[in-house]
């Protein structure tokens, strides 16, 4: 037996031997990273030059087409309770566990990728998780059904299986199915119970009105605090909800000074969590007195919203303290620009543009002939057509079935589709030209971009440069200006909902996960692509407008590099990266530095940080990376685009049969506004 020092250096060397195990491990997850990167890369390039090298035509080009979109096409699952009131009197029900059972899941949910951003709701997460006991050989979740529910195993041993083949097991302390969570998404396994299980359960329900809680809370109690300020209680709701939406979060430790007695400031305080304490000096001979204690709700700093520069007391933490902080040029802006952008978008709205929509009011089915088919979507299909009696313009049919909208609960939504396109009176925005509807589909007649789609020229041709990245990214945010100025949300904006005119000029199309924004000027739905999704979509938070800046973000990216920052087909690994951040990713070289700060800019996991929020477009229009940009030429269409595609043979496809005739009648109540 080695003596007590032989024994110690022994386990130096074992300490050294794993302390130079680590290093390796963490330069080996460097080096697989990078090559993850790479391989994500040359896939994308590998992509681009397979659609390249295979004929637009050809069965083959297709079908490698239609493959690639069903991984960008996007989700929409509708919060299931949106009452308000009912979310703050009603807190999700929680479940008693042991402090094991506590400690157990909370240490599962924040090894999950994603659900460790969550932040402090996560200890609610675990307060509603509820027990259930599986029996040996019970199937738990099924391969191919709808999933609503994640689990932590507890106790018991579960095996994971695919089309009957063995994938793995599930030891205690595991989470799994969490991407219910997130949306309704079919199960690619089974699960099955090896032995007697014990497990908890987690709802999507719960979890999403957890997070709109927490939302609702923090909005209305801004509101509230807001609204006790002189200046600024007169304003409407909607006007509150902006303000409290530009609060920033501000940290200080125990002593610091927020507030200096004497020193000049423009900047209001509320107290979001701790406490301050208030302290008057009457005189410089004299000790600064505690006044006041302040904590989570207060407020102080209202006299700089009035133009007082000057400080009259100091304020000091006490302890670690959170505020959320705006300043008075901030708070005057969005006073001014209320009234200005209802003005401005309301004018916008009267002032369609005279190109021939009129003279389609009066058409019927019977007038339309079919060209060719274009696409084919989850609940619909598009034709290019044209009149009968003027085949020199043509148009795209959308037809949808009523059936399939029924019974998939989107009567609303497509109703919201038809009626922000017609209202919509922006030369940047895809028009809808006529609605019609017979027994078995509604149909909506739009506006042909004959041009293509970015996404598809992107494959194409590979990734633009940046004048042309500008170009189109000028084309969209004159589309976002005017949505944004009616209060509607995009949600989907991406390569593919771009399309091109005869003339080269992008518009933006797929409005189907468009959406009025109501109350708390908030929407609470899962919805958008995957890579496409903001930090606050993801999370159930609750998303603006906003949301919108960062997908385009994400897409000014995508144009500059081909792929866009984050991708992959794990859509769990996509979300663990957005939450992750921007400042993780490595730009590439093809992205100048104007380009990048405009993307990080944009790309911000807090809303209230992006570029845009405080003036909307008229920030990012300001923003370097437009430096020379002729922004008025894109708006007058005197610009001239960076591509302009051949679109003349899309006209001269042979005649298919015209629209047949469905059954007359069936006018039912669900469509009659169709």
Same mark, same amino acid.
């Given at each position: ?5 032989? $024994?110690?250096? %022994? ?45 637009? /035509? !050809? ?7 239609? =493959? *690639? ?18 979310? *703050? ?45 599986? %029996?040996?050989?019970?199937? $738990?979740?099924?391969? #191919? ?17 695919? %089309? #009957? ?7 205690? @302390? ?69 303000? !409290? ?37 009457? !005189? ?16 102080? /700093? ?17 302890? #670690? ?27 916008? =709205? ?14 019927? $089915? ?28 043509? +148009? ?11 019974? !998939? ?14 209202? %919509? ?61 009616? /209060? ?23 409005? @189907? ?12 739905? +899962?919805?958008? =692509? ?22 385009? /973000? ?47 800019? $944009? ?12 003036? #909307? ?44 005739? =469905? ?12």
């Amino acid at each position: 037996m080695g003596t007590l020092r032989d $024994l110690q250096f %022994a386990l130096q060397l074992k300490i050294e031997e794993l302390r130079q195990r680590d290093a390796l491990i963490d330069e080996l997850e460097l080096e697989l990273d990078a090559k993850d990167d790479l391989i994500r890369r040359l896939q994308g390039e590998l992509d681009r030059l397979r659609d390249t090298l295979t004929s637009p /035509g !050809s069965s083959t080009g297709q079908h490698r087409a239609s =493959s *690639l979109r069903v991984k960008r096409r996007s989700v929409i699952t509708e919060p299931t309770n949106l009452d308000l009131k009912l979310i *703050l009197q009603n807190p999700p029900m929680s479940h008693s566990k042991n402090l094991e059972s506590q400690q157990l899941i909370e240490a599962a949910l924040r090894d999950t990728e994603w659900l460790k951003y969550v932040g402090t709701e996560l200890s609610d997460l675990v307060d509603c998780a509820y027990p259930t006991v599986v %029996a040996q050989g019970v199937r $738990l979740v099924q391969e #191919g059904d709808e999933a609503s529910q994640s689990f932590i195993l507890e106790e018991g041993k579960l095996e994971v299986s695919r %089309a #009957g083949q063995k994938l793995h097991n599930i030891e205690p @302390g595991t989470l799994f199915g969490e991407l219910a969570l997130l949306y309704n998404y079919t199960c690619t396994s089974t699960v099955t119970a090896l032995m007697s299980s014990k497990l908890w359960v987690f709802e999507r329900q719960t979890f999403q009105r957890i997070m709109q809680r927490s939302s609702v809370l923090r909005i209305t109690q801004c509101v509230d605090v807001l609204r006790s300020v002189p200046l600024l209680c007169a304003l409407p709701e909607d006007d509150l909800i902006q303000i !409290s939406d530009a609060l920033q979060e501000h940290h200080y430790s125990d002593g610091d000074y927020i507030l200096r007695h004497g020193i000049p400031g423009d900047t209001f305080f509320i107290v979001s969590s701790g406490q301050v304490r208030v302290l008057e000096r009457h !005189s410089v001979s004299e000790d600064s007195v505690c006044m006041s204690i302040l904590s989570s709700g207060d407020s102080f /700093g209202d006299r700089a919203l009035k133009g007082e520069v000057s400080r009259s007391l100091s304020v000091v933490s006490a302890g #670690g303290v959170t505020c959320l902080v705006i300043n008075r040029e901030t708070v005057m802006r969005f006073i001014g620009a209320s009234v200005e952008t209802k003005e401005n978008g309301s004018n916008e =709205s009267k002032a369609r543009s005279a190109d021939g929509g009129d003279r389609l009011s009066h058409v019927s $089915l019977d007038d339309i002939q079919v060209l060719c088919n274009v696409g084919e979507g989850r609940y619909s299909h598009t034709q290019l057509v044209h009149l009968k009696n003027d085949t020199s313009c043509a +148009f795209v049919l959308k037809i949808i079935s009523k059936h399939a909208l029924v019974s !998939s609960g989107n009567r609303a939504r497509i109703l919201a589709e038809k009626q922000i396109l017609i209202d %919509a009176g922006c030369p940047f925005i895809v028009r809808l030209y006529c609605t019609f509807r017979d027994a078995n589909c509604l149909y909506m007649l739009k506006e042909a971009c004959l041009g293509g789609d970015l996404w598809t020229l992107l494959r194409e041709r590979g990734s633009f440069d940046e004048n042309a990245v500008r170009f189109y990214t000028t084309c969209v945010l004159e589309a976002l200006r005017f949505l944004h100025g009616q /209060g509607i949300i995009h949600r989907d904006l991406k390569p593919e909902n771009v399309l091109l005119d005869q003339k080269g000029y992008a518009k933006l199309a797929g409005f @189907g996960s468009a959406k009025q924004l109501g109350s708390l000027q908030r929407t609470w739905s +899962f919805c958008g =692509s995957a890579a496409y999704q903001a930090p606050e979509i993801l999370l159930h938070k609750g998303h603006s407008v906003m949301a919108d800046f960062w997908a385009l /973000g994400i897409f000014v990216y995508e144009l500059l590099n081909g792929i866009p920052p984050f991708s992959g087909s794990d859509q769990l690994k996509i979300c663990a990266a957005v939450l992750k951040g921007i400042d993780a990713i490595e730009f590439p070289e093809v992205i100048s530095d104007p380009a990048a700060d405009f993307i990080k800019q $944009l790309c911000r996991e807090n809303p209230t940080e992006r570029l845009g929020q405080r003036n #909307g477009v008229t920030d990012i229009q300001g923003h370097k990376w437009f430096k020379g940009f002729d922004w008025d030429a894109v708006r007058k269409g005197t610009h001239p685009p960076p591509i302009v595609r051949h679109v003349q043979g899309f006209l001269d496809h042979s005649k298919s049969d015209n629209h047949k005739d =469905s059954s007359p009648g069936d006018d039912s109540d669900w469509d009659k506004d169709f």
